[in-house]
């Protein structure tokens, strides 16, 4: 580029490089700016000094402080002592100063820098204000940080600068995490997301894809944070950003870590510690150590995790980093409790509890930790009482969260502090009240959603209320907590709460991952697979054999993975193999609280129906469903003219559902193509037909319409969802129709057949007609798959009867 033969001017050579800096080519641009320094500051000391102002920002940015420091020492030339340059001289002395973690030596450079843009570069203060704001955040200064950005995003519109607005945006969004103002942190990111890539500003979309990792690790949802983490990282790599792509690669460990992933997050931490370490990047070598030392705690190797906390303390009592300090002093107090030094971890806790730099997060884990040392010691009064203020600590940062889709994913933030308070109290013989804290955590964004009032109640649930539940619902209910170190099931029938220990999370879920495979391929209960559905059985619901007759109607109250289990499908073995369907009539639910207030909520009467389907083809993705027509005109059938109406073909659109008051019928039935979104869950939706460009009824539109239907039937694939939230449960079409206020929804666990959902709901809605409840109905309607007079004949395979499951409890 800046070859002999090259004719341009330094000028245009000095443009060229900031394009690079801007689009995110830093590694060329390094490359290129000492070419440029070779070639025209040998004869002009202007040039030289412009130059060196640049490869000290790139050098910044790449997370190289003490080198950028080097080179902007060199004083200006004198004709531009007043400039633009010796501006940003200044403001990058500031910059590197707070890269390196002194931040006195940085206050002093910007307050220096925006001394002089006010006095003769105002177009400057713009980039002095961003660099400012965000020394604020390292200080901990948010409330400053917020009023700092706020004022260079103001500045960045009057002189047209988009590429200082775009940092103030992104700047915005890291400030929103720092105060925990987590949905709103997503909210900025995303809009600065936008902007960065309009500008094709490569560094600033790496930046704000890491922030919206941590953002969403913060609120729980670890599997949008770990693809945001990677996908920093793996951008910030591209673009030069050294040290910032080994940052994100440490969210990225530190989500593998919460996932219990251990492999994968030591190999990871290992490699970036050496990154870490090539670039002298303290902040990030801390980060790697105590990352390092929690896996090895958690593994049992605690002269391992000595090793490394030892390292990163050393690198905190060197003054070369400032942010890991308490992390460091948690993992410290960890292993003094792990080794039976409850006095010094007391101690240890304490002290991170009291510090003013500690965030909420930190609060609830040192409260934590504080009760497993309070258990440790036999004092199980002070233990209880550091439990309850996590659990109230928690909740208070959940009850900040504004938005549904984002409040869902919390409580698996903090959901290792209820496994261990229910261990405690099982342990101390406490069962019941070990279920009253299991119930805290059901169905919380659920219940918040129906005007139930219900808000108080699940704090006092008491035992005495779930006999009375029981008695009311003429059912025994199945309450399953899976636990890291044990799982518990509760037992609930009218005339006693039973208890049973679990094995652990690990060895269910390994059994319900296998089981969910082979039952698809599986012709009936003796077939290739009925191992794994027998051994479920024996895990999950033999211990509870005895009170439950046969014949009885059970309700399943799931967790974690046994969300997306169905129950009926599991395999008895005596007097010979067969779905445990054949014994009893099975209803899932989330949350003792709801159920008890569905059975005092009126439902609505009359027999009316909204049949919505047999919709026209929105696009190639979603095929005409041949069977749509059979299935409407049967169920059509059990409905008179004036109880029912009709959605289908182009008037089976959005806008027609909406201004059909759905809150009027006792039953809505859909037969049409379903979408489950994984990451985004309210973005789930049933497929109708175009309006425009639209065609799609989603999970976030259902939920902002109030219902009242006896049943909700969602003839479609996936209707239940395919994410399972801690507490909540499956999140996706079913869940939304019951947040609504749906008092049952019909939704499936996996695709359905076009050729046999038909001859199910025919079944199903023939029931219903002789005034059969509806989960003895659909029971009834599977059974008839199930044991239908054809041998031959393929329905008989839970592929085809055992997808549709229902949900009560709203």
């Known amino acids: ?21 801007y689009h995110g080519d830093l590694n060329g641009a390094l490359l290129d700016v000492d070419r440029a320094s070779a070639r025209y500051g040998i004869t002009s000391p202007e040039w030289r000094a412009r130059f060196r102002i640049l490869k000290a920002q790139i050098l910044i940015s790449q997370s190289a402080p003490e080198k950028a420091l080097s080179l902007l020492r060199e004083p200006l030339p004198a004709s531009l002592v007043s400039t633009d340059s010796a501006v940003r001289q200044i403001m990058l002395e500031g910059t590197a100063y707070r890269y390196a973690q002194e931040f006195q030596e940085s206050e002093k450079k910007l307050s220096e820098a925006e001394d002089l843009a006010v006095s003769s570069q105002p177009q400057m203060l713009c980039n002095v204000l961003n660099a400012k704001g965000a020394l604020e955040v390292s200080e901990q200064k948010y409330l400053d940080a917020e009023e700092t950005y706020n004022r260079a995003l103001k500045l960045a519109a009057e002189h047209g600068k988009p590429d200082q607005e775009a940092s103030a945006r992104v700047s915005l969004a890291w400030v929103a995490i720092k105060r925990e103002h987590f949905d709103e942190a997503i909210e900025r990111g995303r809009s600065a997301l936008q902007l960065a890539q309009s500008l094709d500003m490569q560094s600033y979309v790496a930046t704000v894809l890491g922030n919206m990792g941590w953002a969403y690790f913060e609120l729980g949802d670890f599997e949008n944070a770990l693809d945001f983490y990677r996908r920093g990282a793996e951008q910030s790599e591209q673009t030069g950003l050294n040290g910032y792509s080994a940052y994100w690669y440490t969210g990225v460990a530190n989500t593998y870590i919460v996932l219990r992933d251990y492999a994968s997050a ?9 990154r ?71 101690s240890v806790f304490r002290r991170v509890g009291a510090d003013p730099r500690a965030d909420t997060r930190i609060h609830w884990e040192v409260q934590a930790r504080l009760a497993e040392v309070h258990d440790a010691e036999n004092r199980p009064a002070q233990a209880e009482r550091e439990y309850r203020q996590a659990l109230d600590t928690i909740q208070g940062v959940r009850s900040s969260i504004e938005r549904d889709d984002l409040r869902l994913s919390f409580l698996s933030a903090g959901i290792e502090v209820y496994d261990n308070y229910i261990d405690f109290l099982v342990r101390r013989k406490r069962p019941a009240d070990a279920l009253r804290v299991a119930e805290l955590s059901r169905a919380r964004t659920l219940e918040e959603g129906l005007a139930t009032g219900a808000g108080s109640g699940t704090t006092t649930f008491r035992a005495s209320q779930s006999l009375e539940l029981a008695k009311r619902l003429k059912s025994t209910l199945l309450f399953y907590w899976i636990g890291q170190k044990q799982s518990h099931l509760w037992v609930i029938t009218s005339a006693k709460v039973a208890y049973f220990t679990l094995p652990k999370a690990a060895e269910i879920e390994r059994a319900v991952k296998s089981y969910q495979r082979k039952v698809l391929g599986m012709r009936d209960a003796g077939d290739a697979g009925s191992s794994e559905g027998k051994r479920l059985y024996a895990m999950l619901v033999e211990p509870a054999k005895k009170l439950i007759p046969q014949g009885t109607r059970v309700i399943v109250l799931p967790d974690e993975s046994l969300y997306g289990l169905n129950f009926e499908t599991l395999i008895v073995p005596d007097p010979q193999p067969h779905f445990w369907i054949d014994n009893v009539t099975l209803t899932t639910a989330s949350s003792l609280t709801l159920l008890g207030h569905s059975t005092r909520r009126p439902t609505t009467k009359g027999k009316s129906l909204l049949l919505v389907g047999n919709t026209e083809q929105p696009n190639a993705d979603f095929p005409t469903l041949s069977q749509a027509p059979a299935e409407m005109q049967k169920i059509e059938s059990y409905f008179p003219d004036g109880q029912r109406k009709t959605l289908q073909g182009k008037q089976a659109t959005r806008s027609a559902f909406l201004a059909s008051n759905p809150e009027r019928y006792a039953y809505l039935h859909f037969v049409t193509h379903g979408t489950a979104s994984h990451t985004r869950p309210l973005e789930s939706a049933v497929i109708l037909s175009k309006e425009g460009d639209s065609y799609k009824l989603y999970a976030r539109d259902i939920v902002a319409h109030h219902l009242n239907a006896n049943l909700v039937t969602i003839s479609a694939c996936n209707g239940s969802g395919t994410r399972a939230y801690s507490g909540e449960g499956l999140v996706g079409l079913s869940w939304a129709f019951l947040r609504a206020g749906a008092h049952n929804v019909i939704g499936a666990l996996w695709e359905v057949s076009d050729v046999s959902t038909p001859q199910l709901m025919d079944s199903l809605y023939g029931e219903l007609s002789q005034g059969i409840d509806p989960a003895s109905a659909l029971r009834d309607a599977k059974l008839k798959m199930l044991h239908s007079a054809d041998a031959s004949s393929v329905f ?15």
Not at 5 to 16: E, F, G, M, V
Not at 266 to 274: F, I
Not at 294 to 319: F, K, T, V
Not at 796 to 810: D, M
Request: with cysteine.
């Open 276 to 346: 870490a370490r090539a670039l002298h990047n303290a902040q990030t070598m801390t980060e790697c150590l105590n990352s390092l030392a929690e896996i090895a705690i958690r593994n049992g190797r605690l002269d391992e995790a000595e090793h490394y906390s030892r390292q990163a303390i050393q690198l905190e009592e060197e003054g070369l980093d400032h942010f890991g300090v308490l992390e460091s002093l948690l993992l410290s107090g960890l292993m003094e409790t792990k080794k039976g030094n409850f006095t010094q971890a007391e």
């Open 796 to 810: 008989r395979k839970p592929f085809y009867w055992a997808p549709f499951q229902l949900y009560a409890g709203s």
């Open 1 to 21: 580029m800046f070859g002999c033969k090259s004719t341009l001017s330094p000028q245009t050579s000095y443009d060229q490089l900031v394009r690079k800096i």
């Open 266 to 274: 030591e190999e990871l931490s290992k490699r970036t510690l050496e």
